[in-house]
């Protein structure tokens, strides 16, 4: 997930997109009850580019190092433009030897394709807007949150494949966080003919940062993340 703050600015000829708000969060992360450890998100704004970089970092536990490691870690680059954000690459290492969940793919908005190769096998699909990879898919939420809309469908390529999530709004409810006593937000996500769903806490008052979000699988909450830090 990538969460950000921003506004609507436009300047003729061009209508630049939402505007990024740098940020580093820390969330707490257990898995089946277990604590896991922690995990780093961090954006920021490269000024000679132009870009924005978004990087996550995990920090497991003793015992979760027997599933994660310490130097896993995920990459995306990202533009912005009048229709939004969208991605230019992604890549993702698991810090592991072999190349089980590691990948690099590069975005061609021009040709509208995706190439490169993930867990060892080349990577070609088609390109249509709104599209985005598996790590800033939440981006997409957060723009049209921060518009006053609603998310709805959201195209991600994960690895070789294009899934399609759709984000369904829940209740309100008001947290004790770390952060103090915070109003959010609930949405669940999932795609068609899967037994997984997503279901995240987003704090308007934060720009819709999301304060907690589970992972469910089969109607049991599997991973929990929790907002313990957030910095601008």
Wanted: hydrophobic share 35%; aromatic share 6%.
């Amino acid at each position: 997930s990538i969460w950000v703050t921003g506004v609507q600015t436009c300047a003729l000829p061009i209508c630049t997109s939402t505007v990024l708000k740098p940020f580093t969060a820390t969330y707490a992360v257990s898995f089946r009850g277990i604590e896991a450890g922690t995990l780093r998100m961090a954006l920021r704004h490269d000024a000679a580019s132009g870009h924005y970089i978004f990087e996550t970092g995990a920090n497991p536990s003793v015992l979760a190092r027997l599933f994660v490691s310490r130097e896993a870690s995920e990459r995306s680059v990202l533009e912005a433009t009048p229709d939004g954000i969208r991605p230019l690459s992604w890549e993702a290492d698991d810090g592991k030897s072999g190349n089980k969940g590691d990948g690099k793919l590069q975005f061609n908005w021009e040709t509208n394709t995706v190439t490169g190769v993930f867990e060892g096998k080349p990577v070609s699909l088609p390109l249509t807007p709104g599209v985005t990879d598996r790590q800033s898919i939440q981006l997409g939420a957060m723009e049209a949150l921060l518009r006053g809309q609603e998310p709805g469908t959201i195209a991600m390529i994960n690895g070789d494949s294009i899934r399609h999530y759709t984000y369904t709004r829940g209740k309100t409810e008001t947290m004790d966080t770390k952060l103090g006593k915070l109003e959010t937000i609930v949405y669940e996500s999932t795609r068609p003919n899967s037994n997984r769903l997503s279901r995240v806490w987003h704090a308007p008052s934060l720009g819709y940062v999301p304060v907690k979000a589970e992972q469910i699988r089969k109607g049991k909450v599997e991973t929990v993340m929790t907002l313990i830090a957030l910095e601008r």
